[in-house]
């Protein structure tokens, strides 16, 4: 079984920072793409940041420059500094992996459970 858990959410004044962590632990053979998602209520689940295992980046227009998406292959954790935090920011961001289990050939995706990010005034 596969389970992606993050950790790092909370509540942040405008301005602030914030770092999200997942954690990728079960049987698995390959971790290919990595990423952050966010939904904010009322609204769709939009990319926020992906990585590849090769590290390229690629970001969603409204966060460039703010937050920046890293990976630890060695721990299987992707991570999501977030600076200069905006109450729009605000949402519950979720972790996605593309990844291959052990003794499986395919690729799926799997989520977190999400962690809730609060940006006040």
């Known amino acids: 079984q596969v389970q992606l858990v993050e950790s790092g959410g909370g509540l942040v004044q405008a301005g602030g920072s914030l770092r999200l962590s997942c954690a990728s632990s079960g049987s698995i053979s390959s971790i290919n793409r990595l990423g952050w998602y966010r939904q904010a209520p009322g609204k769709q689940r939009d990319m926020v940041a992906a990585?590849?295992?090769?590290?390229?980046?690629n970001y969603a227009d409204s966060v460039k420059d703010r937050f920046t998406i890293s990976r630890d292959n060695a721990k299987s954790t992707v991570y999501l500094q977030m600076n200069s935090l905006k109450p729009e920011d605000t949402a519950v961001y979720y972790c996605?992996?593309?990844?291959?289990?052990?003794?499986?050939?395919?690729?799926?995706?799997?989520w977190g459970q999400g962690t809730q990010v609060t940006v006040s005034t």
């Open positions: 996605n992996a593309l990844l291959r289990r052990s003794g499986f050939g395919d690729w799926r995706n799997y």
């Open positions: 990585i590849t295992s090769g590290g390229s980046t």
